[in-house]
């Protein structure tokens, strides 16, 4: 039994749709935003606004390039 089923090379225009494309853009760069709109509380005396830009900013990186797989798409032909 056999399948005549055709399959469809991933090419970086059909990988994924323009809509999940774009709520995934807005959502990194909100968490990108948060993360510079939090150094506005920083001063010397309170280190947490830091230490949530950095786990921001890196979230903002990290989410689409490992929990999406967008880091691994470069290499593909």
Do not use: H
Not at 9 to 24: A, D, I, K, M, R
Not at 31 to 59: D, I, K
């Amino acid at each position: 039994m056999s399948s005549n089923t055709a399959k469809t090379q991933q090419t970086p225009q059909n990988e994924n749709s323009l809509g999940s494309s774009v709520v995934l853009f807005v959502l990194m760069m909100v968490l990108f935003g948060a993360s510079l709109y939090s150094l506005s509380f920083l001063s010397l005396g309170n280190p947490w606004p830091m230490a949530a830009c950095l786990v921001l900013f890196a979230l903002a990186f990290w989410i689409p390039q490992t929990i999406t797989g967008r880091s691994d798409s470069a290499g593909e032909s």
